[in-house]
């Protein structure tokens, strides 16, 4: 059983903004360049890595002539324009922040995109400075399968595992997360598989309006 809730991590793709098609059309794009076509199940493969752990992939597994600094580069520039100009946030976000606004629960993101594209996007969407801060993967040097980047963020928000919520729509960081003792939510995303997710977690959300209506009724972590 939960302490009393005292802080929530929400990861960004997937979980707040509807994204995870897009990233499978940026691979595609970025291997064209190449003349590469991109093989049958890679996005999964790829999935729990960090940015630098995939670039390093892409480099390794497909020969490119190019460094995974080179590699990080141009996928950052060809996802750039999606989270400045079209990537929306997941329907019932707004009314999910108001609600824990309204708790005085305090709020922050780790993701493993880069961080110059979360804050575009945030920044457009309008929900940027309502999070303590956005820490990604890159900046702890670890990918979600490492609880590093959690425990960071719960550090800085001052609170302890039991009492922090993570909020994820990926199996593996849902048991990345619930292993370091934090308290899980799974939260719906077509690209994932949500009965695995609903297994693992412990809670599960198929829209940020259940989220909302069960933070409201202050069920489970009391």
Partial sequence: MMKTLQAILFDLDGTLLDSMQMWEDVDRRFLSRYGIA????????????????????????????????????????????????????????????????????????????????????????????RFQFILTCTEVDAAKTSPKIYLEAAKR?????????????????????????????????KAADWEACKAAADCAFLSMHDFAAWLDRKEGFV
Avoid: M
């Fill in 38 to 129: 991109p093989p049958a199940r890679l996005a999964e493969e790829i999935k729990p890595l960090s940015i630098n752990e995939a670039s390093e992939y892409f480099v390794r597994r497909f020969s490119l002539p190019c460094t995974p600094d080179e590699v990080t580069n141009q996928i950052e520039e060809i996802a750039a324009e999606e989270y400045r100009t079209h990537l929306p946030l997941k329907d019932g976000v707004t009314k999910l922040l108001d609600c824990v606004d309204a708790l005085e629960i305090p709020y922050a993101i780790v993701t493993a995109t880069y961080q110059s594209l979360a804050e575009s996007a945030l920044r457009r969407l309008g929900i940027y400075d």
């Fill in 157 to 189: 928000l001052g609170v302890d595992t039991a009492s922090c919520l993570v909020a994820e729509d990926s199996l593996y960081c849902i048991h990345t997360a619930k292993q370091a003792g934090f308290f899980t939510a799974a939260v719906f995303d």
